[in-house]
């Protein structure tokens, strides 16, 4: 070994440990940003007319969505994933006992419309239960089978496919009147996975119990923290936020935390009362995808990206918002405490999240009812006393040199988002 390859040698090493906290399976080093099927058009349409939650996709629909992915702006900001959710599979398996796909949904096929997606220069995602069944039958009359029993052969069939992504489930997981192991069969299926030799981000849907047991991290890129999310604030968005306030511990290159889907603009799905359709305001998505991005969650938006909203646009193509969530310092966001306003001690929220150099993002969250001034002490974010600049994400606009503390008025369910970077020592 000569004396330029010791260096280089010490520099592998360096990066090979430094790469990921989690699953080493080589992919997830950055949250995973994209689209999944769950609140499409086509699930809203079905949705309505059978008056129950339907997640419907088919090959068309995918095409138009990875097609608009490219012209709408997304892909150019990153965004690489097209996941199926519930929506894709037969009701039967092959006699070989082999995992298809549903022939009226996907008459060309998995393998072709992967390919298709691989020629875009896009991922692609599927999705299925570690138990008997999946969740819900998405519209079929009969229940979807899930992988339990078949999890090497389904993985081998995923990899085949040239699948990038793959979500399990967790439901119909009693078998023989027992209860299955989440740890055992999320091991056993992450290993399968693995072995195939094609690189497949892990998705974990529920299973253990909260906070996510150690065990997650070992065998998965991202784990879910909550049950559904769904387009609502009150008894969804703003219980995610809550849950997601004390995780960021959990989260690092190759594993992150999973607050489940964006519900952006709920295009597609214009008048419904209940599940996924919308039932936010403007303010309350732009707080949902800062909150996303501070904690360093996947950004899968499950709207309709065939139809940008400007609100959509506005939301989804900010690119400084987008730089926070794939930040390569790679250190997830949490909230790092409180501004004491007068509707509760915990409605004005102060959230925070390290940036490489010397910067941090900052989220001035309003919980409350009301509208108010929050006040961000910079001691909350370690920089007690200190001259930062900052820069508000939202508005794209230089805000200017601040000493100490810098307030902004917050309207309720809303947020200021910052970027704060030290300018002193
Ligand atoms: C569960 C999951 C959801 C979704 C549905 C599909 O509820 O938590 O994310 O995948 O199943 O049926």
Same mark, same amino acid.
């Given at each position: 070994?000569?004396?330029?390859?010791?260096?280089?040698?010490?520099?592998?090493?360096?990066?090979?440990?430094?790469?990921?906290?989690?699953?080493?399976?080589?992919?997830?080093?950055?949250?995973?940003?994209?689209?999944?099927?769950?609140?499409?058009?086509?699930?809203?349409?079905?949705?309505?007319?059978?008056?129950?939650?339907?997640?419907?996709?088919?090959?068309?629909?995918?095409?138009?969505?990875?097609?608009?992915?490219?012209?709408?702006?997304?892909?150019?900001?990153?965004?690489?994933?097209?996941?199926?959710?519930?929506?894709?599979?037969?009701?039967?398996?092959?006699?070989?006992?082999?995992?298809?796909?549903?022939?009226?949904?996907?008459?060309?096929?998995?393998?072709?419309?992967?390919?298709?997606?691989?020629?875009?220069?896009?991922?692609?995602?599927?999705?299925?239960?570690?138990?008997?069944?999946?969740?819900?039958?998405?519209?079929?009359?009969?229940?979807?089978?899930?992988?339990?029993?078949?999890?090497?052969?389904?993985?081998?069939?995923?990899?085949?496919?040239?699948?990038?992504?793959?979500?399990?489930?967790?439901?119909?997981?009693?078998?023989?009147?027992?209860?299955?192991?989440?740890?055992?069969?999320?091991?056993?299926?992450?290993?399968?996975?693995?072995?195939?030799?094609?690189?497949?981000?892990?998705?974990?849907?529920?299973?253990?119990?909260?906070?996510?047991?150690?065990?997650?991290?070992?065998?998965?890129?991202?784990?879910?923290?909550?049950?559904?999310?769904?387009?609502?604030?009150?008894?969804?968005?703003?219980?995610?936020?809550?849950?997601?306030?004390?995780?960021?511990?959990?989260?690092?290159?190759?594993?992150?935390?999973?607050?489940?889907?964006?519900?952006?603009?709920? !295009? *597609?799905? =214009? $008048?419904?009362?209940?599940?996924?359709?919308?039932? @936010?305001?403007?303010? #309350?998505? /732009?707080?949902?995808?800062?909150?996303?991005?501070?904690?360093?969650?996947?950004?899968?938006?499950?709207?309709?990206?065939?139809?940008?909203?400007?609100?959509?646009?506005?939301?989804?193509?900010?690119?400084?918002?987008?730089?926070?969530?794939?930040?390569?310092?790679?250190?997830?966001?949490?909230?790092?405490?409180?501004?004491?306003?007068?509707?509760?001690?915990?409605?004005?929220?102060?959230?925070?999240?390290?940036?490489?150099?010397?910067?941090?993002?900052?989220?001035?969250?309003? !919980? *409350?009812? =009301? $509208?108010?001034?929050?006040?961000?002490?910079?001691? @909350?974010?370690?920089? #007690?006393? /200190?001259?930062?600049?900052?820069?508000?994400?939202?508005?794209?606009?230089?805000?200017?040199?601040?000493?100490?503390?810098?307030?902004?008025?917050?309207?309720?369910?809303?947020?200021?988002?910052?970027?704060?970077?030290?300018?002193?020592?």
């Amino acid at each position: 070994m000569n004396t330029l390859q010791i260096p280089l040698l010490f520099l592998v090493c360096w990066l090979v440990t430094q790469e990921t906290f989690a699953e080493d399976n080589g992919v997830g080093l950055f949250p995973p940003l994209g689209w999944n099927t769950w609140c499409s058009e086509a699930s809203c349409e079905q949705h309505h007319s059978k008056g129950k939650l339907h997640d419907v996709c088919n090959e068309t629909e995918i095409k138009q969505v990875a097609d608009a992915m490219i012209s709408n702006g997304m892909f150019q900001l990153g965004y690489r994933y097209i996941n199926l959710d519930d929506c894709w599979g037969a009701t039967k398996r092959a006699e070989d006992g082999s995992i298809q796909a549903d022939k009226n949904r996907f008459p060309s096929g998995i393998k072709n419309l992967t390919d298709y997606l691989h020629s875009k220069g896009l991922l692609f995602g599927l999705y299925t239960s570690a138990g008997l069944y999946t969740c819900s039958s998405g519209g079929r009359d009969e229940p979807i089978p899930g992988s339990y029993g078949h999890y090497e052969q389904d993985a081998k069939t995923f990899a085949n496919w040239g699948v990038d992504y793959v979500k399990i489930d967790w439901c119909n997981t009693k078998v023989n009147g027992k209860e299955i192991d989440p740890e055992t069969v999320h091991t056993e299926f992450s290993k399968a996975l693995n072995a195939t030799g094609r690189p497949i981000f892990l998705n974990l849907c529920r299973g253990y119990s909260y906070p996510p047991p150690s065990y997650t991290a070992k065998v998965a890129n991202s784990w879910r923290v909550n049950g559904d999310h769904h387009d609502r604030w009150d008894d969804s968005t703003s219980h995610v936020i809550e849950i997601m306030a004390p995780v960021a511990k959990y989260a690092g290159p190759g594993g992150w935390n999973d607050p489940d889907f964006l519900m952006t603009g709920g !295009a *597609g799905c =214009d $008048d419904f009362s209940m599940s996924h359709c919308p039932g @936010q305001t403007d303010i #309350e998505y /732009k707080t949902e995808f800062s909150i996303w991005s501070i904690t360093a969650s996947p950004l899968l938006v499950s709207t309709d990206i065939r139809n940008m909203t400007s609100i959509m646009k506005e939301i989804l193509l900010n690119k400084e918002i987008l730089a926070v969530n794939q930040d390569k310092r790679r250190v997830a966001g949490g909230r790092v405490g409180f501004h004491d306003c007068s509707e509760g001690k915990e409605i004005c929220q102060i959230w925070a999240r390290p940036l490489e150099g010397l910067s941090k993002a900052v989220v001035l969250y309003n !919980a *409350g009812k =009301d $509208d108010h001034d929050i006040v961000l002490d910079f001691k @909350q974010i370690g920089w #007690e006393g /200190k001259k930062v600049m900052i820069r508000d994400l939202w508005a794209h606009k230089d805000l200017g040199s601040f000493t100490g503390d810098f307030k902004s008025h917050v309207v309720s369910h809303g947020c200021t988002m910052l970027n704060i970077t030290l300018t002193d020592e």
